[in-house]
């Protein structure tokens, strides 16, 4: 396969290999040395798009999910030689030669020893270190959420979803209820474009048609979902309904979603599991996908909002309280106990620290 490299002049053709330029290489190279999963750049060279660089399985795409690929990773290999730096052909290696990785710490050694000077260390791709700090990147795990984001981002309340200012919200086609009062907010012409979306693919797990206003959210996603008999497989497919519907808004570029309860209208579910699957999932998908989630119960349901408040509750103080891991053990009339957690705050008479 021919190997092109990233220019804005030439038209980009589709199963073909590209050469990242010097500055993408040193964001790549950065971001794994700091162990991010992804990293999102704006390239000038497909029209200014931004694209998601996955880090962990080297993929990317684009938000809209129209341009897809692979990352290959060629390390650069030096001949090992303590008084100068030679790069190697990494398709032209001898079989008897002694190399090693290039990297930026051998680099910055190099430069500590006076192998290579301050002017020559540019041309190894290490002048771009302000531009991390650009707005054109963004990690996508930069920071953990902890439990005061947690409490912004996720959030329990009593009312019409269909109200809500969120970007998406969430409707359960099993729900009667629900998509009577869609319908009737939208008027016909969202009903038959949901029949003929339904009927065109049957199998779809979720149905995005737009509000064009009449509604406050911007979209609806219909959740085409049958509760399984077995509650093994229920609890089972909850997350990873839940998992599609957020990233599929994360690649859409919406940053809120509205959920109604799905799965507690009369089906025999477990109420209280099924918050907890919600719960315990959600917190798991906005340590990926930082965005705001709401869970919109109907005012007539105060046994749905108790059990919902219950478990974000006790999740919260859950992380605000971790429980300490410990293991003792007695000799004579000693006690040893090892516990995970801050020395410094430990009631003892002598603090030893261990090196």
């Given at each position: ?46 029209n ?11 993929t990317?795409?684009n ?34 030669s ?25 041309q ?116 990873e ?15 809120s979603i ?34 705001k ?46 516990e ?7 009631n ?8």
């Amino acid at each position: 396969i021919q190997i092109f490299n990233m220019t804005t002049t030439n038209t980009i053709q589709l199963n073909s290999w590209y050469n990242a330029n010097t500055k993408i290489n040193f964001l790549f190279e950065r971001a794994i040395n700091y162990r991010r999963k992804y990293i999102i750049i704006n390239l000038d060279f497909i029209n200014n798009e931004q694209i998601i660089f996955d880090l962990e399985n080297f993929t990317f795409t684009n938000q809209q999910n129209t341009i897809k690929g692979f990352l290959r990773w060629i390390p650069k290999i030096i001949i090992n030689n303590n008084h100068k730096l030679i790069i190697v052909d990494n398709f032209q290696l001898s079989a008897n030669s002694d190399l090693i990785l290039l990297t930026t710490s051998y680099l910055k050694q190099a430069q500590h020893n006076g192998i290579i000077s301050i002017d020559e260390i540019n041309q190894y791709e290490l002048k771009y270190e302000n531009d991390f700090h650009d707005e054109i990147l963004d990690f996508s795990n930069e920071q953990s959420i902890n439990e005061k984001d947690f409490k912004n981002l996720v959030n329990v309340i009593q009312g019409n979803i269909i109200n809500e200012h969120t970007d998406i919200i969430v409707i359960c086609t099993l729900s009667k209820y629900l998509l009577d009062s869609v319908f009737a907010a939208c008027g016909n012409s969202l009903k038959k474009l949901f029949d003929i979306r339904i009927k065109e693919n049957p199998k779809t797990s979720v149905i995005d048609i737009t509000t064009d206003g009449k509604i406050p959210s911007k979209v609806i996603y219909f959740i085409v979902w049958q509760p399984d008999s077995d509650s093994n497989l229920l609890y089972q497919s909850i997350p990873e309904l839940l998992s599609t519907i957020i990233e599929k808004a994360i690649n859409e570029n919406y940053k809120s979603i509205a959920f109604s309860p799905i799965g507690c209208d009369h089906y025999g579910c477990s109420i209280k599991l099924i918050a907890q699957t919600f719960i315990r999932q959600v917190q798991e998908q906005i340590i990926k996908y930082p965005m705001k989630i709401l869970f919109v119960i109907p005012s007539d349901r105060i046994d749905i909002y108790d059990e919902f408040y219950k478990q974000l509750n006790s999740f919260q103080q859950h992380e605000q309280n971790p429980i300490k891991k410990s293991v003792s053990i007695t000799i004579e009339k000693g006690k040893i106990e090892i516990e995970q957690g801050d020395i410094i705050k430990q009631n003892v008479i002598i603090i030893i620290n261990l090196k």
